[in-house]
């Protein structure tokens, strides 16, 4: 027996509602603007959703969003190869590309540091940071972790790891308030935290 279409559409609200952000209404929205807009664009949305989803990929030298084997920051020629800036996750790779003040490369660790989840430095991708600043030529690691107990501590975590390795060790501070997240940083706020970079102890 066939879903009625009242069925149908409360699995769709069902699922819009698992994405950040979304609540019963915007899902319900969302669906009912769908139904009026022509057939093709919700199966363009949806073949987008899939795409995303077989196609993308973690870049193999920095772990950020890719869709070939390095992403298109690392392959870019034109970026400062030995600056590396440490952040959490992707969103805060877009999040600092948005303010133009940053010209240098990533490393995406793929979360921070919490003992209460179970998360130890080795579910991190902390050994390969380590590893891309063994093999030389990196002059500055800037921590840009967020600004909450488990960033701050995965930072610390890190400098203590690098330190001795030549590289320069500086934390984005000025500006970002604590408990914050660099994903929902405006361009102005980020772009002074990273100006107002310091050194790490």
Same mark, same amino acid.
């Given at each position: 027996?066939?879903? @009625? ?29 769908? *139904?009026?807009?022509?057939? +093709?664009?919700?199966?363009? *949305? ?28 690392? @392959? ?14 992707? #969103?805060?790779?877009?999040? $600092?590309?948005?303010?133009? #003040? ?9 979360? @921070? ?10 579910? *991190?991708? $902390? ?16 921590? #840009? ?10 930072? $610390? ?35 002074? #935290? ?6 790490? +102890?």
């Amino acid at each position: 027996m066939k879903d @009625s279409g009242e069925g149908v559409i409360e699995r769709l609200v069902s699922e819009l509602m698992k994405l950040p952000g979304i609540g019963r209404k915007t899902a319900q929205r969302l669906v009912f603007h769908m *139904l009026k807009r022509p057939p +093709e664009q919700a199966e363009a *949305l949806a073949r987008a959703l899939l795409a995303v989803r077989e196609q993308i990929r973690a870049c193999a030298t920095c772990f950020n969003l890719a869709e070939a084997e390095r992403c298109a920051i690392c @392959s870019d020629p034109r970026r400062e190869q030995g600056r590396i800036c440490v952040v959490e996750e992707p #969103a805060n790779v877009t999040a $600092i590309e948005r303010t133009g #003040a940053y010209k240098g490369l990533y490393h995406v660790l793929g979360g @921070s540091l919490s003992p209460l989840a179970g998360v130890g430095p080795d579910d *991190l991708r $902390i050994r390969e940071l380590v590893e891309r600043v063994k093999a030389g030529g990196v002059e500055e690691v800037i921590l #840009a972790t967020n600004p909450t107990v488990e960033g701050e501590a995965t930072a $610390i975590h890190i400098a203590r790891t690098l330190k001795g390795s030549g590289a320069r060790l500086t934390r984005i501070a000025q500006g970002l308030p604590v408990g914050g997240d660099l994903e929902y940083a405006d361009e102005v706020t980020l772009h002074r #935290a990273l100006e107002g970079r310091r050194e790490v +102890e």
